[in-house]
């Protein structure tokens, strides 16, 4: 399955970090757990840029083969790193396999392999604050509070 080129292609990785958010400045950053139908039309509409190491590439076609994501297997890995233009990233959650200080080993025998469970998260980054939109949000709740309050008022007569 190809993905188009898009310029606001989505990140998938493994891992998170904090250099992915470096490229945004001050933002919100939504998380959701999103299911595979999702992903695919976001990937479809946006395209999609793989961040894996190398030794991760049975994991990619494990991830491939059980939900039909069609993802490029890169050779080297691709720094992700969020931007104005690319501000989507989908972490690939593994369950089953053992970890060194939290982190996934470089290699897992294909049994071990077969006891990876899998669940998607899309993290957003927005470019306005999330102090930002509240402070907005309340100053359009009040602006409608006085709309609803001048359109209903009476007059002593009544």
């Known amino acids: 399955m190809g993905y188009p080129k898009t310029g606001n292609e989505v990140y998938v990785s493994f891992s998170l970090s904090?250099?992915?958010?470096?490229?945004?400045?001050?933002?919100?950053?939504?998380?959701?757990?999103?299911?595979?139908?999702?992903?695919?039309?976001?990937?479809?509409?946006y395209g999609v840029?793989?961040?894996?190491?190398?030794?991760?590439?049975?994991?990619?076609?494990?991830?491939?083969?059980?939900?039909?994501?069609?993802l490029e297997i890169p050779d080297t890995l691709k720094l992700a790193r969020l931007s104005e233009k690319n501000r989507r990233l989908v972490l690939i959650s593994v369950q089953g396999l053992k970890?060194?200080?939290?982190?996934?080993?470089?290699?897992?025998?294909?049994?071990?392999?077969?006891?990876?469970?899998?669940?998607?998260?899309?993290?957003?980054?927005?470019s306005r604050h999330y102090d930002d939109l509240v402070a907005e949000n309340n100053k359009l709740k009040s602006d409608l509070e006085s709309e609803i309050a001048w359109r209903t008022r009476t007059t002593a007569d009544e």
Do not use: C, H, W
Request: hydrophobic share 35%; aromatic share 12%; no cysteine.
């Open 99 to 126: 970890r060194v200080n939290g982190s996934l080993l470089p290699s897992y025998s294909e049994e071990e392999f077969q006891e990876a469970t899998f669940e998607f998260v899309k993290y957003y980054v927005q």
């Open 49 to 70: 840029i793989v961040s894996a190491k190398p030794e991760q590439r049975r994991l990619l076609e494990l991830v491939n083969e059980a939900y039909g994501l069609g």
């Open 18 to 45: 904090n250099t992915m958010f470096s490229g945004i400045g001050k933002g919100t950053i939504t998380r959701e757990l999103v299911s595979v139908d999702y992903l695919k039309d976001l990937f479809q509409k």
